[in-house]
């Protein structure tokens, strides 16, 4: 069951409330989602990519991941 | 420890480069396994490629292993460097020719810097 644009927006909104998030795609499959937060201030890619991940809560390519894949671009709010 | 994990951590401690891919290094499977491995065959860095589809044990495995869901995988030097997205910035800003560096891994620095010309 593919995720459509604004259903990944709003988890991460959830996630995120202050952040500048973008989210394209229509295939709900293969998105992309840019957030601009200011949680990510001090963390590396690799950390800040987590938290995301973690805000999707397991739909990402696991067993039922309807999101198979999702290009990320994060940056810390200055 | 399952003896998944065991493997896991015994493959990226016994290897410099490892990239857990769809596919492998001469065959990619996937769009973004195949990028990563593009750029790893081009700047000429040996490494250790792993198919998780030839193994549903490692494919799940790797993802907890991580405690990131999605493949491909780069490890350098047992250290989880990232994915797809991760290491195009890290080529395209040069930070991955810095960790190779770091870590005393060979890469070809002119390839390196084509890369970023030919993306400027």
Redesign the interface.
């Known amino acids: 069951m593919p995720m459509s644009a604004p259903e990944i927006e709003s988890l991460l909104r959830e996630a995120f409330p202050t952040a500048d998030i973008t989210v394209q795609g229509d295939d709900g499959v293969h998105m992309a989602a840019s957030i601009v937060a200011e949680e990510f201030a001090g963390k590396n890619r690799v950390a800040q990519q987590r938290m995301v991940y973690a805000a999707l809560k397991g739909k990402m390519d696991g067993p039922s991941g309807e999101l198979h894949a999702l290009a990320l671009t994060t940056k810390a709010k200055e | 420890m399952t003896d998944t994990n065991a493997q896991i951590q015994e493959t990226v401690d016994n290897n410099d480069v490892v990239l857990f891919m769809k596919g492998t290094a001469s065959m990619p499977q996937c769009g973004?396994s195949s990028r990563v491995a593009g750029v790893l065959n081009y700047m000429g860095v040996k490494f250790a490629d792993v198919n998780v589809l030839a193994d549903d044990a490692i494919r799940?495995g790797i993802?907890d292993f991580s405690?990131?869901?999605?493949?491909p995988q780069l490890y350098v030097k047992g250290e989880?460097?990232?994915?797809?997205?991760?290491i195009t910035?890290?080529t395209l800003s040069g930070e991955l020719d810095t960790l190779f560096d770091e870590n005393g891994v060979a890469y070809d620095k002119d390839a390196a810097a084509k890369i970023r010309e030919a993306n400027g």
């Open positions: 973004f799940q993802k405690d990131w869901p999605t493949i989880f460097v990232g994915g797809c997205d991760i910035e890290m």
